[in-house]
Antibody, heavy 120, light 112 residues
Framework: QVQLVQSGAEVKKPGASVKVSCKTS????????INWVRQAPGQGLEWMGG????????NSAQKFQGRVTMTTDISTTTAYLELRSLRSDDTAVYYC?????????????WGQGTQVTVSS | QSVLTQPPSVSAAPGQKVTISCSGS????????VSWYQQLPGTAPRLLIY???KRPSGIPDRFSGSKSGTSATLGITGLQTGDEADYYC?????????????FGGGTKLTVL
């Protein structure tokens, strides 16, 4: 069965960086994009960007450009999200999601989420 | 302020029907497929509807989706207490270079 398993919770200080992993299994990794979506406490979903698991081509939301790096490791079928220069308003649950049909915002499988807390 | 507009909350009694609207523009809903997600408290979102009106396997036919112009609607019939959740619409927006995925602000469904 398709599974996306994310790394554990992180606590970071303002200005630091965080790297979240998303280990996938149960499907052909290179056939789908992985997208990242975050959710601040009590707020809605916010798309951060996506990466082709095969080529590594990325597309990120303008809001995060320059602060976010998405990477993929085909050998371990794992995707990564790195967010730099963390601020308190980056405190959120970060989700990875498989895009079932490319460029359709169809996220058919999700990771369990990774809580990232930014606090001094 | 979300790009897609949803009502903050809707409510209905068990067994009844409810609809949730999602309003956008020509650069997003008007020109792209819409997806709908259900998020139970403390869990990751779950895909309910994709490509405007298709249901993934395992999603009961009590859930339906439709799109007209720059708006989309999620319908839920035969409401159950287990349907209490937050619901989000999502789609691509072509107005920015490379495109962005945008979501509605979410609608909290209460089954009275």
């Amino acid at each position: 069965q398709v599974q996306l398993v994310q790394s554990g919770a992180e606590v970071k200080k303002p200005g630091a960086s965080v790297k979240v992993s998303c280990k996938t299994s149960g499907y052909s990794y290179i056939s789908y994009d992985i997208n990242w979506v975050r959710q601040a406490p009590g707020q809605g979903l916010e798309w951060m960007g996506g990466i082709s698991a095969y080529s590594g081509d990325t597309n990120s939301a303008q809001k995060f450009q320059g602060r976010v790096t998405m990477t993929t490791d085909i050998s371990t079928t794992t995707a990564y999200l790195e967010l730099r220069s963390l601020r308190s308003d980056d405190t959120a649950v970060y989700y990875c999601a498989r895009e079932g049909f490319r460029l359709t915002a169809t996220y058919d499988y999700w990771g369990q989420g990774t809580q990232v807390t930014v606090s001094s | 302020q979300s790009v897609l507009t949803q009502p903050p909350s809707v409510s209905a009694a068990p067994g009844q029907k409810v609809t949730i609207s999602c309003s956008g523009s020509s650069s997003n809903i008007g020109n792209n497929y819409v997806s709908w997600y259900q998020q139970l408290p403390g869990t990751a979102p779950r895909l309910l509807i994709y490509e405007n009106n298709k249901r993934p396997s395992g999603i009961p036919d009590r859930f339906s989706g439709s799109k007209s112009g720059t708006s989309a609607t999620l319908g839920i019939t035969g409401l159950q207490t287990g349907d209490e959740a937050d619901y989000y619409c999502g789609t691509w927006d072509d107005s920015l270079s490379g495109g962005d995925v945008v979501f509605g602000g979410g609608t909290k469904l209460t089954v009275l």
